[in-house]
C-alpha cells in the first residue's frame, strides 16, 4: 500500500462548515483531545484504553493531537503502537460512534487509519446539533492568530502539495523528519516564548458564522471554561498525561438533560477513570 493520502480540507475553508446531526437516541458525547499518545508513554496509552473500552457515551469526538506525530498511515503497516491504537478504536467502535479531527501533530491521520479504527475524520472546524443546540467544534490551533510563526508552518503543511511531498519520501526519512521538527519546537518552548491563546474577536467571528453559541476545543491545554461575552462561551479540554503530579486525564461530557432534547444539556468535566 502507498502512503494514503489525508482528506483534510483547510481549516480555515469558508463557511458554512459541515453541521454533523446528532441521531435523537444520542444522550451523551464525550469530548476528548491532546492524549499526545506515543509508544514511550505506555500510562497514559492504558488510561486512554481503559477509557475507551468502559465508556457508557454514544459518541466520543476526538478533537485533534489523538498522537504525539503521525507521518503517514502506512505506519500501520507494521505492528506496533499505531497499530495497537486502532484496534483500541475499532473494538470501541462496535458500541459507540468515533469522530476524529487533526491536530496540529497528527493533521496527516487519512482514510486508511479512520477505515483501521472505525471512525469518521471530521473537519476542522465542525458544527454539531445536539441537546437543541450547535455546538462549533475546532482543534484551535487554526485561531491562535498571535502565533505567526507556527500560523505559516501551518499553511504550508496543510497544502496538498507538501503533503503529497512528505508523504511520497520513505517512512524512515519522515519519522526522522519529524523527529527534527519536534527538537526545533522543544527548543522553542524552552526559550521560554509565550503561547498564543485563541484570538477572541476571531472566535467570537467563527461562532457567530457557525450560528453556534459554544466552540469546544483542544490544542492550548489549559482547561477552562470562558465566558466571552452574552451567550458566547468556549469550553477548553485538558490534555492527558497519566504520569503527571496529579495524572491528567479529563473527559468533558454533553449529557441531554430531557428527554425531549430541545430541553437542554448539561457539561461535566470527569476524570477518565471515572467517566462510565
Ligand atoms: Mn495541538
Redesign the pocket.
Known amino acids: 500500500m502507498s502512503a494514503a493520502r489525508p482528506r483534510n480540507t483547510a481549516p480555515t475553508a469558508a463557511p458554512p462548515w459541515p453541521v454533523l446531526q446528532s441521531p435523537a437516541h444520542w444522550r451523551r458525547l464525550d469530548f476528548i483531545?491532546?492524549l499526545h499518545l506515543q509508544a514511550s508513554e505506555p500510562a497514559t496509552f492504558s488510561a486512554w484504553q481503559h477509557y475507551m473500552q468502559t465508556t457508557r457515551a454514544d459518541a466520543v469526538f476526538i478533537l485533534?493531537?489523538l498522537f504525539e506525530v503521525w507521518v503517514g498511515d502506512d505506519v500501520l503497516e507494521t505492528p506496533g503502537f499505531e497499530v495497537g491504537c486502532a484496534q483500541v478504536l475499532k473494538a470501541a467502535s462496535q458500541r459507540l460512534a468515533i469522530f476524529l479531527m487533526h491536530?496540529?501533530?497528527d493533521f496527516l491521520l487519512g482514510s486508511a487509519f479512520a477505515q483501521a479504527g472505525g471512525l469518521t475524520l471530521l473537519n476542522d472546524p465542525s458544527v454539531l446539533n445536539f441537546a437543541g443546540q450547535r455546538w462549533l467544534l475546532s482543534?484551535?490551533?487554526a485561531l491562535c492568530l498571535g502565533d505567526t510563526d507556527y500560523l505559516q508552518f501551518r499553511a504550508q503543511v496543510r497544502s496538498a502539495a507538501w503533503q503529497e511531498n512528505f508523504l511520497s519520501q520513505p517512512l524512515a526519512q519522515r519519522q526522522q523528519m519529524a523527529q527534527d521538527m519536534r527538537r526545533q519546537s522543544e527548543t522553542h518552548k524552552r526559550s521560554g516564548a509565550p503561547y498564543a491563546d485563541l484570538d477572541e474577536p476571531m472566535t467570537c467571528h467563527w461562532l457567530a458564522l457557525a450560528q453556534a453559541g459554544t466552540l469546544i476545543h483542544?490544542?492550548?491545554h489549559k482547561p477552562t471554561d470562558h465566558h466571552i461575552t452574552a451567550g458566547l462561551r468556549r469550553i477548553v479540554l485538558s490534555d492527558w498525561d497519566a504520569c503527571a503530579t496529579p495524572a491528567r486525564a479529563e473527559v468533558l461530557r454533553l449529557s441531554a438533560i430531557a428527554a425531549n432534547q430541545a430541553k437542554g444539556s448539561s457539561v461535566q468535566r470527569l476524570s477518565a477513570t471515572l467517566a462510565k
Open positions: 483531545s491532546d485533534g493531537d491536530g496540529n501533530r482543534h484551535g490551533d483542544g490544542h492550548t
